[in-house]
Nanobody, 118 residues
Framework: QVQLVESGGGSVQAGGSLRLSCVAS????????IGWFRQAPGEEREGVAA???????RYADSVKGRFTISKDNAKNTVYLQMKSLNPEDTAVYLC????????????WGEGTQVTVSS
């Protein structure tokens, strides 16, 4: 069964840190790339970070310098290290997978809640 499972969410105070994990299993194509997205209540889904097969990363302007995406191919896991969190980072964080040669994400996890209090 193909699936993505996120973990690591929780509640922290402003200025705190969290590390999210996204474990991929059963993906039919080994050449897949992972992106992290977030969605706050009443707002559209926003791309946060993405990592390519060569390890290069892209970030939304709102998280540059605070978030770091990384991957452990041996564990089929992609991480999102989040530092200096602020209340505006509160959202459900989801990871998604796409074939690296495509721009379309076609597999999504269920998400993990991140809540940052002031």
């Amino acid at each position: 069964q193909v699936q993505l499972v996120e973990s690591g969410g929780g509640s922290v105070q402003a200025g705190g840190s969290l590390r999210l994990s996204c474990v991929a299993s059963g993906y039919p194509d080994s050449n897949y790339c992972i992106g992290w997205f977030r969605q706050a209540p009443g707002e559209e889904r926003e791309g946060v970070a993405a990592i390519e097969s060569d390890g290069s990363a892209r970030y939304a302007d709102s998280v540059k310098g605070r978030f770091t995406i990384s991957k452990d191919n041996a564990k089929n896991t992609v991480y999102l290290q989040m530092k200096s969190l602020n209340p505006e980072d509160t959202a459900v964080y989801l990871c998604a997978a796409r074939v690296c040669t495509s721009k379309t994400y076609n597999l999504w996890g269920e998400g993990t809640q991140v809540t940052v209090s002031s």
